[in-house]
T-cell receptor, first 117, second 116 residues
Framework: AQTVTQSQPEMSVQEAETVTLSCTYD???????LFWYKQPPSRQMILVIR??????QNATENRFSVNFQKAAKSFSLKISDSQLGDTAMYFC??????????????FGTGTRLTIIP | DGGITQSPKYLFRKEGQNVTLSCEQN?????MYWYRQDPGQGLRLIYY???????QKGDIAEGYSVSREKKESFPLTVTSAQKNPTAFYLC???????????????FGPGTRLLVL
């Protein structure tokens, strides 16, 4: 079974600073996808970034980037130049690509990030 | 605009009552999913469907039922057998055509279910 661990229940940072959210996962699979989702106070889940395990290059989306360390099973999210609108719960998620028909997206418990004006 | 809609936004259930949560998507996605979110926890999978007229149990299917009669629609019924239904329910969809595993799941705005 896959597990996803987010060890930081809450974090806060000043506006315009950089913050890193950590995520580790446990799996015996070699091929998989990793995601970071954002859940603002509206509670809509929004995709932030996605990483394919077979790609060595870290994914980036504007101010959001990841540090993917496959051997260490680590997948941290860096938010640069943080903005007030980044205040949200952030969830790390994992899905294997074994194609046995029962692949499921497994979520961590989330990190509540607050951007302070 | 393409997207996923869920209704109602808030739903109240009385003791012993079955209630149905609606989920509709116009993204032409094959796969649809239902998740439950409780405070302090991540999302847990209730049911999912990869094709019309077929669906599979997730990790916490007991007390829930689904149908998938149309590609665009995947309603979830919370039955009286679900003893602790108060939660936030999220519907998602993904392209997920045969052999394409790991396609991104996109979420609806959610339904908050409360027990009276």
């Amino acid at each position: 079974a896959q597990t996803v661990t987010q060890s930081q229940p809450e974090m806060s940072v000043q506006e315009a600073e950089t913050v890193t959210l950590s995520c580790t996962y446990d799996t015996s699979e070699n091929n998989y996808y990793l995601f970071w989702y954002k859940q603002p106070p509206s509670r809509q889940m929004i995709l932030v970034i996605r990483q394919e395990a077979y790609k060595q290059q870290n994914a980036t989306e504007n101010r959001f980037s990841v540090n993917f360390q496959k051997a260490a099973k680590s997948f941290s999210l860096k938010i640069s130049d943080s903005q007030l609108g980044d205040t949200a719960m952030y969830f790390c998620a994992f899905i294997p690509t074994t194609n046995f028909g029962n692949e499921k997206l497994t979520f961590g418990t989330g990190t509540r990030l607050t951007i302070i004006p | 605009d393409g997207g996923i809609t869920q209704s109602p936004k808030y739903l109240f259930r009385k003791e012993g009552q079955n209630v149905t949560l609606s989920c509709e998507q116009n993204l032409n996605h094959d796969a649809m999913y239902w998740y439950r979110q409780d405070p302090g926890q991540g999302l847990r999978l209730i049911y999912y469907s990869q094709i019309v007229n077929d669906f599979q149990k997730g990790d916490i299917a007991e007390g829930y039922s689904v149908s998938r009669e149309k590609k665009e629609s995947f309603p979830l019924t919370v039955t009286s057998a679900q003893k602790n239904p108060t939660a936030f329910y999220l519907c998602a969809s993904s392209i997920d055509t045969s052999g394409v595993i790991g396609e991104t799941q996109y979420f609806g705005p959610g339904t908050r279910l409360l027990v009276l």
